[in-house]
T-cell receptor
Framework: NAGVMQNPRHLVRRRGQEARLRCSPM?????VYWYRQLPEEGLKFMVY????????ESGMPKERFSAEFPKEGPSILRIQQVVRGDSAAYFC???????????????FGPGTRLTVL | DQQVKQNSPSLSVQEGRISILNCDYT??????FLWYKKYPAEGPTFLIS???IKDKNEDGRFTVFLNKSAKHLSLHIVPSQPGDSAVYFC???????????WGAGTKLIIKP
């Protein structure tokens, strides 16, 4: 049973370009979360998605950032017109369907390290 | 405002001894706490969790203690092994919320 897959593992972009980060959740998981980690800091929640729905994007910058989780295919985190401050590790996590009142463990992918030149 | 704090950036422990990693939180609404372990160039891996209705949870060499009055939790690893060398993150959530609030991590180094 493959774990959470993320690609690419490393991505280099010049300022102003677009970055597309992909995440395939674990089999049977319908919930996807994106986190960002800056150097020497903990992970910061960005967005929570279910298939074809954004449930909570309160942690995502209002501009330039978007996320989707289509019916078919991986979840995509898209950063338009990247700036140097976007350089970070971006982690995707997935979990199975949650029951009300249940705390589900989140399983993490290996991350995508984005470097903006 | 950092709601989850891990005040020790690093900790060095002799192999075979006990490792104690600490975590403090400020939000009394948090009701679920987790510890994750992270190796370089990998994603965090879930280790152990505890609900606020408990004060201790044990899983093999790993035990998490929760002191709600002090808003403090700790992870004990005994005996420590070389493979335990990693960064350990404390995370918290509230009201069955999916959002995990993370500490900055503590780098644990196990010396042979």
């Amino acid at each position: 049973n493959a774990g959470v897959m993320q690609n690419p593992r490393h991505l280099v972009r010049r300022r102003g370009q677009e970055a597309r980060l992909r995440c395939s959740p674990m089999k049977g998981h319908s919930h996807v979360y994106w986190y960002r980690q800056l150097p020497e800091e903990g992970l910061k929640f960005m967005v929570y998605l279910q298939k074809e729905n954004i449930i909570d994007e309160s942690g995502m910058p209002k501009e330039r950032f978007s996320a989707e989780f289509p019916k078919e295919g991986p979840s995509i985190l898209r950063i338009q017109q990247v700036v140097r401050g976007d350089s970070a590790a971006y982690f995707c996590a997935s979990s199975p369907p949650r029951l009300a009142g249940d705390h589900n463990e989140q399983f993490f992918g290996p991350g995508t390290r984005l470097t903006v030149l | 405002d950092q709601q989850v704090k891990q005040n020790s950036p690093s900790l060095s422990v002799q192999e075979g001894r006990i490792s104690i990693l600490n975590c403090d939180y400020t939000n009394s609404m948090f009701d679920y706490f987790l510890w994750y372990k992270k190796y370089p160039a990998e994603g965090p891996t879930f280790l152990i969790s505890i609900s606020s209705i408990k004060d201790k949870n044990e899983d093999g060499r790993f035990t998490v203690f929760l002191n709600k009055s002090a808003k403090h939790l700790s992870l004990h690893i005994v005996p420590s092994q070389p493979g335990d060398s990693a960064v350990y993150f404390c995370a918290a959530s509230r009201d069955s919320n999916y959002q995990l609030i993370w500490g900055a991590g503590t780098k644990l180094i196990i010396k042979p």
